[in-house]
């Protein structure tokens, strides 16, 4: 089967994870960590009461926090990246890629149109979803691919 991609027709919906890790902007950075830990994510979304994006909490975030100090009671709203970019499930994947590679983005909250969260879009996600559609030409790559031999290979 021949596939044909395009980044601008395909869009978010096939590359997100589902069920990223919510909290309050009220919850600690402790449980930010928690959250992290026990699901085993990325990020956590800061969500208000009525469940719209309001911020993110990521990985670097937390290095960052740990390098600077280290009160983990202080509430994660004063910490996170507020309104953080994201993308809606009907965008397309080249979107995406723009604004991740713009911003420097490991991952981006996907927003329905009330701005709540779906899932997060991240690298790897996106990495699956181009590999899906170019195994051939993925797999088959060599592990160093601009390295040229010096010596003379086989029998």
């Given at each position: 089967?021949?596939?044909?991609?395009?980044?601008?027709?395909?869009?978010?919906?096939?590359?997100?994870?589902?069920?990223?890790?919510?909290?309050?902007?009220?919850?600690?950075?402790?449980?930010?960590?928690?959250?992290?830990?026990?699901?085993?994510?990325?990020?956590?979304?800061?969500?208000?009461?009525?469940?719209?994006?309001?911020?993110?909490?990521?990985?670097?975030?937390?290095?960052?926090?740990?390098?600077?100090?280290?009160?983990?009671e202080q509430s994660i709203s004063s910490i996170m990246t507020s309104s953080p970019q994201s993308v809606s499930i009907s965008d397309s994947i080249g979107v995406a890629i723009e604004r991740m590679a713009g911003g420097g983005f490991r991952r981006l909250p996907?927003?329905?149109?009330?701005?709540?969260?779906?899932?997060?879009?991240?690298?790897?996600?996106?990495?699956?979803?181009?590999?899906?559609?170019?195994?051939?030409?993925?797999?088959?790559?060599?592990?160093?691919?601009?390295?040229?031999?010096?010596?003379?290979?086989?029998?």
């Open positions: 089967m021949d596939f044909q991609l395009n980044l601008k027709l395909e869009t978010v919906e096939q590359a997100i994870q589902a069920d990223p890790p919510m909290l309050a902007p009220s919850e600690t950075v402790r449980q930010a960590f928690g959250a992290l830990k026990s699901a085993n994510h990325g990020c956590v979304l800061i969500c208000s009461v009525g469940g719209a994006l309001e911020g993110i909490f990521t990985e670097r975030d937390a290095l960052r926090y740990m390098a600077e100090r280290a009160d983990l996907v927003v329905d149109d009330d701005n709540k969260p779906i899932g997060v879009l991240n690298v790897s996600g996106l990495l699956h979803f181009l590999v899906e559609h170019f195994p051939a030409t993925i797999y088959n790559l060599p592990p160093n691919p601009h390295h040229k031999t010096t010596e003379r290979e086989g029998a």
